[in-house]
Nanobody, 115 residues
Framework: LRCSWWSLGGLVQTGGSLRLSCGAS????????MGWYRQAPGKQRELVARRTSGGSTNYADSVKGRFTISGDNAKNTMYLQMNSLKPEDTAVYYCNVFQLGINYWGKGTLVTVSS
């Protein structure tokens, strides 16, 4: 299984919006959870949002009400709509797929929110 970016991060001003998308390809049977993580400079990687194959979602407290995770199970694609972005959202964002007990990671993409 491989995670591939379909849309990348970038530079956005405070209050702006950005949408990330990621797709899983290869051996995709048994995907349990797809999610987004991020790592800011000098900090540990943290969960941003995740979505189960059944459609259940959960979010980090810091992004609730601003970020929305969605997906298309048929296409094994996942989206992260990020609104009302803040400078503290600046980080490298990673796509994650949890399949049959194994975590798969996409390459990170940098999101920079300018103040």
């Amino acid at each position: 299984l491989r995670c591939s970016w379909w849309s990348l991060g970038g530079l956005v001003q405070t209050g702006g919006s950005l949408r990330l998308s990621c797709g899983a390809s290869g051996s995709i049977a048994g995907i349990n959870v797809m999610g987004w993580y991020r790592q800011a400079p000098g900090k540990q990687r943290e969960l941003v949002a995740r979505r189960t194959s059944g459609g259940s979602t959960n979010y980090a407290d810091s992004v609730k009400g601003r970020f929305t995770i969605s997906g298309d199970n048929a296409k094994n694609t996942m989206y992260l709509q990020m609104n009302s972005l803040k400078p503290e959202d600046t980080a490298v964002y990673y796509c994650n797929v949890f399949q049959l007990g194994i975590n798969y990671w996409g390459k990170g993409t940098l999101v920079t929110v300018s103040s």
